[in-house]
């Protein structure tokens, strides 16, 4: 009789166990993304793992100047998430998030088109007597433009956000499938350095 209290006792505290973890994980994706979609960019990146694209991508976006930064607010608070479940695999939680954010890859190209509308050549690009300033204005308004269009769509991406536990925190590993859910669909490698 004792063996099967111990059985059931042990079993018991192992489903604990891993609820607890799940319970953990879940909290990590809520926070990264609500961290994300306010642009709270150094709250995110503790979410992240050391050294892919969801962190390059934070450092690239906190050197954007004021208009920039605004323009990606302004895209980050259209970000809505939704966690569809939970589960443990070994040293692994796997988050089921839905993710509506605006579409990127239009974004992408009607910036394109913005760029290509100012009629900037290679040759100018590369000339050093210009004042870069002004150039880097242009190339702002032509993302801004694109991102603030109101016939931008929404798209639903579902992602499975894989974390694992490092230094006691649960961390993003595959953060290009996050990333591109995040971005609506656009591959964050055609964006990011």
Same mark, same amino acid.
């Given at each position: @009789?004792?063996?099967?209290?111990?059985?059931? &006792?042990?079993? &018991?505290?192992?489903?604990?166990?891993?609820?607890?973890?799940?319970?953990?994980?879940?909290?990590?994706?809520? $926070?990264?993304?609500?961290?994300?979609?306010? @642009?709270?960019?150094? =709250?995110?990146?503790?979410?992240?793992?050391? *050294?892919?694209?969801?962190?390059?991508?934070?450092?690239?976006?906190?050197?954007?100047?004021?208009?920039? &930064?605004? #323009?990606?607010?302004?895209?980050?608070?259209?970000?809505?998430?939704?966690?569809?479940? *939970?589960? $443990?695999?070994?040293?692994?939680?796997?988050?089921?998030?839905?993710? =509506?954010?605006?579409?990127?890859?239009?974004?992408?190209?009607?910036?394109?088109?913005?760029?290509?509308?100012?009629?900037?050549?290679?040759? =100018?690009?590369?000339?050093? +007597? @210009?004042?870069?300033?002004?150039?880097?204005?242009?190339?702002?308004? #032509?993302?801004? *433009?694109?991102?603030? !269009?109101? +016939? !931008?769509?929404?798209? +639903?991406?579902?992602? *499975?956000?894989?974390?694992?536990?490092?230094?006691?925190?649960?961390?993003?590993?595959?953060? $290009?499938?996050?990333?591109?859910? @995040?971005?609506?669909?656009?591959?964050?490698?055609?964006?990011?350095?």
């Amino acid at each position: @009789m004792k063996k099967f209290i111990l059985v059931i &006792i042990s079993a &018991i505290m192992l489903v604990s166990l891993v609820s607890c973890a799940e319970t953990s994980a879940k909290n990590s994706v809520e $926070k990264f993304f609500d961290a994300y979609k306010n @642009m709270d960019l150094s =709250t995110a990146n503790e979410y992240v793992e050391g *050294t892919g694209l969801l962190q390059k991508s934070i450092k690239q976006f906190e050197d954007y100047d004021k208009e920039r &930064i605004d #323009a990606l607010k302004y895209w980050g608070s259209n970000i809505n998430y939704k966690i569809l479940s *939970t589960e $443990k695999s070994g040293s692994e939680v796997k988050v089921d998030v839905k993710v =509506t954010a605006l579409n990127g890859s239009q974004i992408y190209d009607e910036y394109m088109q913005n760029v290509k509308s100012l009629g900037i050549s290679q040759a =100018t690009l590369n000339d050093n +007597t @210009m004042d870069g300033d002004a150039v880097g204005g242009d190339f702002d308004n #032509a993302f801004i *433009t694109a991102i603030e !269009n109101q +016939t !931008n769509e929404m798209v +639903t991406t579902n992602v *499975t956000v894989v974390l694992k536990k490092d230094n006691g925190k649960w961390k993003i590993q595959n953060d $290009k499938e996050v990333l591109q859910a @995040m971005l609506g669909g656009l591959n964050p490698e055609v964006v990011i350095s």
